[in-house]
């Protein structure tokens, strides 16, 4: 904990006062002393929200990772059904037996915890004040109204709380963070209203019936979402491995988009301002920036001598055809202008269409940078490999006119830090990432995500 930014630390103190204060408040608010029906409801509650935690499935959309379960409903109906402060209570018990089980820093098991049953109490708090008490979730238009609302105030302060201690370990603004982590929670804020509302009423029949909800809302989602992973994961396994073939044609050009992309991630590091989302697809289209050349003729790449204008501009149409490839896969959809414009010029002579200046997409200006690099210091079949000092000195010649100064000039800074001017132009190794970002579900989790079990 101690290396994280102060104001995160102190935000974290404050999570857990305010929500130890507002469970206080809602115990006080209680009409009634907790009974066994109600610590019997709690319980199942509890072990539904375990389940659905441990249930959850992690998939790109779009090239960015989602975890998706139905654990926020259940936690969201804690506080309509168990009431805020039970409610509230059995929310963090689960999500910190949670954090124990997969082994998750304390800070962030902390955070989870506090956070979500925050957000539970005060929802639950926020519905029984507008709520008509002797009528179920679904009795009257009066109680859906409030259910709807509690479920927007629940939404609003589980991101709006991780928003402000996350977003100084990203080194973003707050309002910036709490922007990025609400538009990924659309899967969760359908179900919120909807399935928070008949938990309570299914609870009033009988406790035990929740359980018949084991099968529609954590097995069968459960399965399909794994389906899905499994699809976007082979997917980016193909393309990667198509382009990776192609790459095999030429033995001088052989593990160019794996050096490329390594190169991408170094200047990413230096721009650690950047939405994850875009980080993301920036990378994956660095993975297979090249891929257009399977429309390109074997004699013209690989043609030691002067191309002719035609060979030129067959090869030059690889960038716009690699783009039409990808534009058909989801998993792609936004690293498709990237592709297509990363032989683009800051200058503005550059192709497919003559993109100028900041015209050229940010991921497009970093690839051609680290696309260039990366050609001049390797062996090509028409001259041997230059230095890694002559390459930047190449590079900082083009600065302003065929590159993106700022990008050349991170370029350099990474590589400098990192002790490497005068090595061999290897991959370079990537510092431990520092930012911590927010899932989709509002957990506090590390920034990179592989597998849930490992890096949640």
Same mark, same amino acid.
């Given at each position: 904990?101690?290396?994280?930014?102060?104001?995160?630390?102190?935000?974290?103190?404050?999570?857990?006062?305010?929500?130890?204060?507002?469970?206080?408040?809602?115990?006080?608010?209680?009409?009634?002393?907790?009974?066994?029906?109600?610590?019997?409801?709690?319980?199942?509650?509890?072990?539904?929200? %375990?389940?659905? +935690? &441990? @249930?959850?499935?992690?998939?790109?959309? =779009? !090239? $960015?990772?989602?975890? #998706?379960?139905?654990?926020?409903?259940?936690?969201?109906?804690?506080?309509?059904?168990?009431?805020?402060?039970?409610?509230?209570?059995?929310?963090?018990?689960a999500?910190?037996?949670?954090?124990?089980?997969?082994?998750?820093?304390?800070?962030?098991?902390?955070?989870?915890?506090?956070?979500?049953?925050?957000?539970?109490?005060?929802?639950?708090?926020?519905?029984?004040?507008?709520?008509?008490?002797?009528r179920?979730?679904?009795?009257?238009?009066?109680?859906?109204?409030?259910?709807?609302?509690?479920?927007?105030?629940?939404?609003?302060?589980?991101?709006?709380?991780?928003?402000?201690?996350?977003?100084p370990?990203?080194?973003?603004?707050?309002?910036?963070?709490?922007?990025?982590?609400?538009?990924? %929670?659309?899967? +969760? &804020? @359908?179900?919120?209203?909807?399935?928070? =509302? !008949? $938990?309570?009423?299914? #609870?009033?029949?009988?406790?035990?019936?929740?359980?018949?909800?084991?099968?529609p809302?954590?097995?069968?989602?459960?399965?399909?979402?794994?389906?899905?992973?499994?699809?976007?994961?082979e997917?980016?396994?193909?393309m990667?491995?198509?382009?990776?073939?192609?790459?095999?044609?030429?033995?001088?050009?052989?593990?160019?988009?794996?050096?490329?992309?390594e190169?991408?991630?170094?200047?990413?590091?230096?721009?650690?301002?950047?939405?994850?989302?875009?980080?993301?697809?920036?990378?994956?289209?660095?993975?297979?920036?090249?891929?257009?050349?399977?429309g390109?003729?074997?004699?013209?790449?690989?043609?030691?001598?002067?191309?002719?204008?035609?060979?030129?501009?067959?090869?030059?149409?690889?960038?716009?055809i690699?783009?039409?490839?990808?534009?058909?896969?989801?998993?792609?959809?936004?690293?498709?202008? #990237?592709?297509?414009?990363?032989?683009?010029?800051?200058?503005?002579?550059g192709?497919?269409?003559?993109l100028?200046?900041?015209?050229?997409?940010?991921?497009?200006?970093?690839?051609?940078?680290?696309?260039?690099?990366?050609?001049?210091?390797?062996?090509?079949?028409y001259?041997?490999?230059?230095s890694?000092?002559?390459?930047?000195?190449?590079?900082?010649?083009?600065?302003?006119?065929?590159?993106?100064?700022?990008?050349?000039?991170?370029?350099?800074?990474?590589?400098?830090?990192?002790?490497?001017?005068?090595?061999?132009?290897?991959?370079?190794?990537?510092?431990?990432?520092?930012?911590?970002?927010?899932?989709?579900?509002?957990?506090?989790?590390?920034?990179?995500?592989?597998?849930?079990?490992q890096?949640?």
């Amino acid at each position: 904990m101690s290396e994280l930014p102060v104001r995160t630390r102190l935000y974290t103190v404050i999570l857990v006062l305010v929500t130890l204060g507002t469970l206080g408040y809602a115990w006080a608010r209680a009409d009634r002393p907790v009974d066994g029906m109600q610590l019997a409801t709690a319980g199942i509650l509890l072990l539904m929200i %375990l389940a659905a +935690e &441990l @249930l959850d499935v992690s998939f790109p959309h =779009s !090239v $960015i990772t989602f975890h #998706v379960s139905v654990s926020a409903a259940f936690c969201f109906a804690a506080g309509l059904t168990a009431g805020p402060f039970l409610g509230g209570i059995i929310v963090a018990i689960a999500h910190f037996a949670d954090g124990l089980y997969v082994r998750r820093e304390m800070i962030k098991t902390i955070v989870n915890s506090a956070g979500l049953a925050l957000s539970t109490a005060v929802s639950g708090l926020a519905y029984f004040v507008v709520a008509d008490p002797a009528r179920s979730t679904l009795g009257n238009a009066q109680n859906l109204v409030a259910a709807i609302a509690a479920a927007t105030v629940y939404t609003v302060v589980n991101t709006g709380s991780l928003a402000l201690i996350v977003a100084p370990v990203m080194g973003v603004g707050t309002f910036q963070m709490w922007r990025a982590n609400f538009s990924g %929670l659309y899967v +969760e &804020l @359908l179900t919120l209203a909807t399935l928070g =509302s !008949v $938990i309570p009423v299914l #609870v009033d029949e009988n406790p035990l019936s929740i359980v018949l909800l084991m099968v529609p809302l954590l097995i069968g989602p459960h399965l399909a979402f794994k389906g899905i992973r499994q699809a976007h994961h082979e997917t980016r396994v193909a393309m990667e491995g198509l382009a990776n073939a192609l790459e095999r044609r030429d033995p001088y050009t052989f593990r160019h988009s794996i050096r490329v992309t390594e190169y991408t991630r170094a200047i990413l590091e230096m721009m650690p301002q950047l939405p994850r989302p875009t980080i993301d697809a920036i990378v994956a289209a660095a993975q297979v920036h090249d891929l257009g050349k399977v429309g390109s003729r074997d004699s013209s790449l690989k043609k030691p001598g002067e191309l002719t204008p035609q060979e030129r501009a067959e090869i030059q149409q690889h960038a716009a055809i690699g783009a039409e490839i990808v534009d058909r896969l989801e998993a792609y959809r936004p690293s498709v202008a #990237v592709i297509r414009h990363h032989h683009e010029r800051w200058d503005g002579s550059g192709y497919p269409d003559g993109l100028a200046g900041e015209k050229i997409p940010l991921g497009a200006r970093i690839i051609a940078v680290a696309d260039a690099f990366d050609a001049m210091t390797s062996d090509r079949i028409y001259r041997p490999a230059l230095s890694v000092e002559v390459a930047f000195e190449e590079l900082r010649k083009g600065s302003g006119s065929q590159f993106d100064p700022q990008i050349v000039e991170l370029f350099q800074q990474v590589y400098e830090a990192r002790g490497l001017l005068g090595a061999a132009p290897t991959p370079l190794p990537l510092p431990e990432r520092r930012a911590a970002p927010v899932d989709v579900r509002g957990r506090f989790v590390p920034r990179t995500i592989v597998k849930r079990r490992q890096a949640s």
